[in-house]
């Protein structure tokens, strides 16, 4: 147990230096290599993998960060939630278009609700959706905490001050939230 603890501190200190991508690979790896021996799984439904984008139905689009067994956890945005795989429809990724390189924008959404979270489940949701906003280049982004007491929109901000990754952040003007939303400018 301490071995896969420490090889999961280094692979996350590698993420830090060269990117998440490989690093996440590589904690999906431990993780399967340190857990327990799961039931024989069914096979997947056909072209449902971990990495497959799907459609849940009413739910609209995520995708597949793990199976287990008869089920899918499949992240939609910062959330994510077990679905029964024959409820899943495998959507296809559209083909880049233009030059090979070029930057394409995606349908990322640049308002993120917070409401209803505790501080902790917040931050960590902010801080998976800074990094998929600076992946695909979108600035500026809403933070949606509310008013209520006042903690959460604290301590969104005191991570926002620590954060390489924003240039500024300030409240939203009064008829788009007032201090009920952070907007966040990236660099």
Do not use: C, W
């Not at 024959?86 to 559209?94: G, N, R, T, W």
């Not at 903690?151 to 008829?175: G, I, M, W």
């Amino acid at each position: 147990m301490l071995e896969a603890q420490q090889q999961v501190r280094q692979t996350r200190e590698k993420a830090k230096a060269q990117g998440q991508g490989q690093a996440l690979q590589e904690l999906l790896h431990l993780r399967s290599r340190y857990q327990k021996p799961a039931k024989p799984q069914p096979p997947a439904k056909a072209g449902l993998q971990v990495g497959s984008v799907v459609d849940v139905p009413e739910y609209g689009r995520g995708t597949i960060v793990e199976l287990r067994g008869a089920e899918a956890v499949v992240q939609m945005g910062a959330v994510r939630v077990s679905f029964p795989l024959a409820s899943l429809q495998p959507k296809e990724e559209p083909k880049p278009k233009g030059p090979a390189g070029g930057r394409q924008r995606s349908s990322f959404d640049t308002e993120l609700n917070l409401r209803g979270l505790t501080v902790e489940e917040a931050l960590l949701a902010v801080d998976d959706y800074l990094d998929e906003a600076k992946a695909v280049g979108a600035t500026p982004l809403r933070l949606l905490h509310g008013k209520g007491t006042g903690a959460l929109r604290n301590a969104l901000r005191e991570a926002l001050k620590r954060d390489k990754r924003v240039q500024s952040f300030h409240d939203a003007v009064p008829y788009e939230g007032g201090h009920g939303v952070t907007v966040v400018h990236l660099k």
